[in-house]
């Protein structure tokens, strides 16, 4: 019996084992496609087997294995690759795994915009959750939160009322501010609040300033914008300085006006009644006194930068005004839905003084002799006009903001001298014509929520023709002195391409960073009694590129620090400029502001000194052996009380600049050569302003000074420069009786320094500043025709002031010296109208 059950085991395990065989999978492969390891599987070993077969024809296998199932084969095989497998009804089924998506929070963008018009709001502040940030030029914003999906905003414009409101997380948010008013018609809306005239403290050493305010203030209202601009802390307003702003003690040509992205060099604008562009075009007004960040360059003094309006794509509009001098008119013109073209013009219509009527003074001058010095107050002869032509639109479904816009301007003048002295017949002509030119291209692409690009284009040009003759006839005595023949041609032009990009990381980091291609030209032409002297061109190509970062390390505290750099190119070495900055909140109505930066500027505006300590000014370009690259640093810390409608700031500030070039002419002392030299300047701003209802009041004292150091100077001690002024006092008021708005304002100095090149003390201040001005507009709504007529009273005390840029000392004889005043404004009445249609 034991032989037959041994017999039938030993067979039973034989079959046993051959049906195990018969389920054995041998693999075996060597760098082959997945896709056909798969294929040879299913083939042989008759698997059931789904996969991609493209998608996993990238991965390559090599194995040499037996398996016991497929399953098991197929698990080795994808094992280490970003594979998965399941099995369904005796199907192996490969596919990739699926990503875990990074959680990245929530976040909110949007555009904040003109309500009833769809304008974009520029540099809007927004409050987020109690952190601050500011929209950029399309009015574009994004902000991302780790902690809640339900965002608390809180959103300010100049001029408008403010938004309060609670959104859930979106990426594409319009939020409309409605302006406070619409053409005349005063907008009321219950419990919300207007943003009304200037902000301080957002960044160091910026003002926010409201355009529709600078036309209530007294003026010819063709400066109404340079009229507010000059009533800021810090911006020199004694010396009626309007071809040229001096903030914070800065030189001319060491600060810049930017108008839609194009550089506005400014005319000669006689007497303070001509801005250097036209009001009406202008929509938002930022001025950068400095400590300001990597993204701009090329000044070391102060920045204005003004972006002009983009016109209604509601309904055609036209603004027409008129006053003593000129008469300047702005059309609006919708086009195809989304677009709209402006066109603006302004011109004298009629011949502005009387050059026959002079004022003779006598008045004690720098000279040995005294007795017989004359001041001559002169009226020349004044034209001007320009022109503003600006189309822009919104393009594909995020509305990518795209404009063109063009500027053109001239302004001459001229005057004649016919004047008998005691043993002199006094004969001189002198004339300027001017002309200036800008254009701009630009487009802005939001590429996503995160992330913006703003391209540009830009082109601007300044020319200055000079004529100037200058006799004596001596009495009883036929030969005549021809003192002076000068012609002066001098051309500065900028051309520049650059790209803008903000990328917004997290809730974070704010990341900027940006290129520029860009090349300024200058042209130098003077002829002397017919004698060609100088005739020479200069170029400064350069390639700027610049990155910086916005870090909110918590609501109260943000830093920024950045660098830009310049290559120059002709002059082959590179600028670095770095910058940091700081803003700390101590609460809801007290914050801290600390900036500190290094600043080169590569085009000077190079002064030239007589024997008469006469200044004149031309454009010139660095080039590293004449004319050095200007080099500045500034230390910026101010502090802001915001309260219930009163603000209180205080700004401090030193800078010191190197690179400085003065051009000395004298045959007395036989100099002519370039020096270069070097100033500082220091001092503190003081602002209060007060809203209450219908009144709003602002106060601002200055305290500065600003002094320099040349190669010339014998002591080698520094001294006062010529636009040193140590105190400023201005104060202003706008009352709104709706129809009827009052206003004033009133301005301080204390005087400038009167000296000439060789003296080395100038200790001495002269031409103290004081002039008030006061204004009454009445408004007119009628259904027919609406309008506003306004009467002005400028300099009501009729001060006799001083113009810093407009003065001229001519040699009467070896002692006696005439100095040539082109007069300040005298107690003037204007009187002025505006329609709307």
């Known amino acids: 019996m034991a032989k037959p059950f041994f017999f039938y085991l030993l067979l039973l395990i034989m079959i046993y084992s051959v049906k195990l065989n018969g389920q054995t999978i041998v693999l075996s492969a060597d760098h082959l496609p997945l896709n056909k390891v798969l294929t040879q599987l299913i083939k042989h070993d008759d698997a059931a087997i789904s996969f991609n077969d493209k998608a996993l024809s990238v991965y390559y296998i090599s194995i040499d294995a037996e398996f016991e199932t497929a399953e098991d084969a197929v698990r080795q095989l994808i094992n280490g690759l970003p594979l998965e497998m399941e099995l369904r009804s005796g199907v192996i089924i490969i596919f990739e795994k699926k990503k875990k998506r990074k959680f990245d929070g929530w976040t909110i963008a949007g555009r904040i915009i003109e309500a009833g018009t769809a304008e974009p709001l520029p540099y809007s502040n927004i409050i987020i959750n109690d952190k601050g940030t500011v929209s950029d030029l399309m009015g574009n914003f994004s902000f991302t939160s780790h902690t809640d999906s339900i965002f608390k905003i809180k959103v300010s414009h100049l001029g408008y009322f403010i938004e309060d409101t609670t959104f859930m997380s979106s990426k594409n948010l319009k939020i409309e501010l409605k302006p406070a008013s619409v053409g005349l018609s005063e907008v009321e809306i219950k419990g ?36 507010l601009l000059r009533l800021q802390a810090g911006i020199l307003a ?17 600060s810049k006006v930017v108008f839609d992205g194009f550089t506005i060099y400014g005319l000669k604008n006689f007497n303070d009644n001509i801005s250097s562009f036209n009001p009406l075009m202008a929509k938002d007004i930022e001025v950068y006194k400095g400590g300001y960040d990597a993204a701009m360059g090329d000044r070391v003094g102060g920045i204005v930068n003004i972006n002009g309006k983009m016109g209604s794509i509601e309904s055609t509009k036209f603004i027409f005004t008129a006053n003593n001098m000129t008469l300047n008119a702005l059309l609006e013109i919708p086009i195809a839905r989304k677009g709209s073209l402006v066109l603006a013009f302004r011109n004298t219509y009629y011949e502005l003084y009387n050059q026959n009527d002079l004022a003779f003074l006598i008045r004690r001058n720098n000279d040995a002799d005294t007795t017989n010095d004359l001041d001559i107050n002169i009226k020349p002869d004044y034209k001007f006009r320009d022109l503003n032509i600006k189309y822009s639109t919104r393009l594909g479904k995020n509305d990518d903001l795209f404009y063109v816009s063009f500027y053109g301007g001239i302004d001459n003048f001229s005057y004649h001298i016919d004047e008998t ?72 032009s900028e051309s520049s391409l650059k790209i803008d990009n903000i990328l917004y990381l997290n809730d974070i980091h704010k990341l900027e960073y940006g290129a520029e291609i860009l090349a300024n030209k200058m042209e130098l032409v003077e002829d002397t009694f017919d004698i060609n002297y100088l005739n020479f061109e200069k170029r400064s190509p350069r390639l700027n590129i610049y990155a910086q970062d916005n870090i909110s390390l918590s609501k109260k505290l ?27 909140k101590l609460n809801d109505k007290l914050k801290i502001n600390l900036a500190w930066g290094i600043y080169h500027q590569y085009v000077a505006r190079s002064s030239v000194l007589d024997d008469n300590g006469n200044y004149k000014y031309l454009w010139t370009v660095s080039d590293n052996i004449d004319v050095p690259v200007l080099e500045a640093q500034h230390f910026v810390f101010g502090s802001t009380f915001n309260s219930s409608g009163f603000s209180l700031s205080v700004e401090a500030y030193y800078k010191q600049t190197s690179g400085l070039t003065r051009y000395i002419r004298s045959e007395k002392y036989n100099i002519q050569d370039i020096f270069s030299g070097k100033s500082k300047s220091y001092g503190v701003d003081f602002t209060l302003k007060q809203d209450i ?69 100038a200790n001495v201040s002269s031409h103290i500043y004081s002039r008030l001005d006061v204004s009454l507009i009445y408004k007119f709504l009628n259904r027919k025709l609406k309008g506003e007529i306004g009467l002005s009273v400028l300099n009501v005390l009729n001060r006799e002031n001083f113009k810093l840029a407009n003065f001229e000392r001519i040699p009467a004889n070896q002692t006696n010296s005439i100095n040539i005043y082109a007069e300040a404004i005298p107690f003037t009445p204007t009187l002025y109208l505006k329609l709307y249609l």
Request: hydrophobic share 35%; net charge positive.
């Open 693 to 761: 209802r219908s009144l709003s009041v602002w106060a601002s004292y200055s305290l500065g000074k600003t002094e320099e150091l040349f190669q010339y100077f014998v002591n080698g001690k520094y001294r006062r420069a010529p636009q040193d002024q140590r105190h400023e006092i201005k104060l202003a008021g706008l009352l709104n009786i709706d129809p009827w708005f009052f206003s004033a304002d009133y301005v301080y100095g204390s005087g400038f320094p009167d000296f000439i090149y060789n003296q080395q003390q």
């Open 192 to 227: 919300r609040t207007v943003e009304k005239n200037m902000q301080y403290g957002t960044k160091p050493g910026l003002i926010r300033l409201n355009h529709r305010v600078a036309n209530f203030l007294p003026g010819y209202g063709d400066n109404s914008v340079f009229n």
């Open 558 to 584: 943000n830093i920024k620090a950045g660098l830009r750099l310049t290559d120059a190119v002709l002059l082959k070495e590179i600028y670095y400029d770095p910058r940091v900055s700081l803003g700390y």
């Open 238 to 254: 004694s010396g009626e300085q309007t071809n040229g702003l001096i903030i914070w003690g800065s030189y001319e040509g060491h």
């Open 421 to 492: 002295l005691t043993k002199y017949q006094l004969l001189k002509d002198t004339k300027e014509e001017n002309s200036q030119s800008g254009a701009s291209v630009f487009y802005g692409k939001p590429w996503n929520s995160k992330a913006i690009s703003n391209f540009t284009f830009s082109y601007s040009s300044i020319r200055s023709q000079f004529f100037d003759d200058f006799q004596l006839i001596p009495a009883n005595i036929a030969n005549t002195i021809h003192l002076e023949d000068k012609y002066t041609n001098n051309r500065l």
